[in-house]
Nanobody, 121 residues
Framework: QVQLVESGGGLVQAGGSLRLSCAAS????????MAWYRQAPGKQREWVAE???????NSADSVKGRFTISRDNANYTVYLQMNSLKPEDTGVYYC???????????????WGQGTLVTVST
């Protein structure tokens, strides 16, 4: 019913920047919090940042001051601006959202398929 599609990953040198996007589509009435998670090779998935529908944002200490999360409510899109990237930021980045379905008002828990970010030294 609802899909999340990420884009913007790639290979970047340490100190560089990338901007990830995640667009939601389907039978959406509204979307509550939207978030980014990441999973490094051989490690568990970890929370990176989240943003409320009103724009309130929070992020993990490991990325605070370097990553900025934002959203476009009209287009059901969330962004992650990543600056001053470090090799330890390497991983698959996943978008997560809680959309409300139009017809049923069900609240879904939806993950994107992930986009790979590789930061080289």
């Amino acid at each position: 019913q609802v899909q999340l599609v990420e884009s913007g990953g790639g290979l970047v040198q340490a100190g560089g920047s990338l901007r990830l996007s995640c667009a939601a589509s389907g039978n959406i009435r509204s979307i509550g919090n939207m978030a980014w998670y990441r999973q490094a090779p051989g490690k568990q998935r970890e929370w990176v940042a989240e943003v409320t529908r009103g724009g309130g944002a929070n992020s993990a200490d490991s990325v605070k001051g370097r990553f900025t999360i934002s959203r476009d409510n009209a287009n059901y899109t969330v962004y992650l601006q990543m600056n001053s990237l470090k090799p330890e930021d390497t991983g698959v980045y996943y978008c997560y959202a809680n959309p409300v379905v139009t017809q049923t008002l069900d609240v879904l828990l939806v993950w994107g398929q992930g986009t790979l970010v590789t930061v080289s030294t």
